[in-house]
Nanobody
Framework: QVQLVESGGGLVQVGDSLRLSCAAS????????MAWFRQAPGKERSFVAH????????YYADSVKGRFTISKDNAQKTVYLKMNSLKPDDTAVYYC?????????????????WGQGTQVTVSS
């Protein structure tokens, strides 16, 4: 089993920055893929970014490309999401997710483990 705990959400103004953290524990093995998803009220959960534990390769949704950066700290078993130039459309609950496979994917259904989520609210 893998446990994921997100932190770092909050209320910010348009144009501000935030950094989310996702601490992994349990049988992580530091392999596979870690990802961030988000879910706005009344909408389906959607992909934000993912990173390979092994290779460090990253991939982003078009809506956040150039503004968000996903990174990892293997020693801390933690994945980060640095969010810059935040917009009201970025308001959502942000979830950290993990899958054991080294094959990365943006699909919600391909992830086995999920955190509890952290709220990000961008006020105009």
């Amino acid at each position: 089993q893998v446990q994921l705990v997100e932190s770092g959400g909050g209320l910010v103004q348009v144009g501000d920055s935030l950094r989310l953290s996702c601490a992994a524990s349990g049988r992580t093995g530091l392999r596979g893929t870690m990802a961030w998803f988000r879910q706005a009220p009344g909408k389906e959960r959607s992909f934000v970014a993912h990173i390979s534990w092994t290779y460090g390769t990253t991939y982003y949704a078009d809506s956040v490309k150039g503004r968000f950066t996903i990174s990892k700290d293997n020693a801390q078993k933690t994945v980060y999401l640095k969010m810059n130039s935040l917009k009201p459309d970025d308001t959502a609950v942000y979830y950290c997710a993990a899958r054991a496979s080294v094959f990365t994917t943006p699909n919600v259904s391909d992830y086995n483990y999920w955190g509890q989520g952290t709220q990000v609210t961008v006020s105009s």
